[in-house]
């Protein structure tokens, strides 16, 4: 067993327009896998950019909002999230402030029983 911390606050992320935005890296698996949460300040937005890989972005604390490529404002709060494919342009934020993990990697499938229609 290996305990550690994942609070700090590691750096700014200033891409794509970006503002507000905290990256803290917690895990890298073999290939693209990675897992980083991601701080929002309030008024805080993560810029229109298409996702390298598969993404899950899932609310831990706070609350926002998420966008796909048409641009339309979804809410979301704690113990919700998104998912991205490969390629596919999104953006995020909050007017509060919100904490996010975001699990990246190889083509993500949800396993819950119902994905929530949204």
């Known amino acids: 067993m290996q305990i550690f911390q994942f609070d700090r ?12 935005l905290l990256a803290t890296r917690i895990a890298a698996g073999e290939g693209p896998v990675r897992l980083t949460q991601l701080k929002v300040a309030p008024g805080g937005t ?7 890989d598969a993404q899950l972005f899932l609310v831990i604390a706070g609350s926002g909002w998420v966008a796909g490529p048409d641009g339309v404002r979804v809410p ?22 919100l904490t996010a993990l975001v699990v ?5 499938a949800l396993v819950e029983a119902e994905a929530a229609a949204r």
Do not use: Q
Request: no cysteine; proline share 4%; net charge negative.
């Open 76 to 97: 979301l709060g704690v113990g919700e999230g998104a998912r991205w494919d490969a390629g596919e342009v999104h953006t995020s934020g909050s007017d509060s402030g």
């Open 9 to 20: 606050d590691e750096r700014d992320i200033p891409y794509h327009g970006s503002t507000g």
């Open 104 to 108: 990246e990697g190889a083509a993500l």
């Open 46 to 52: 993560i810029g229109t950019h298409p996702a390298t």
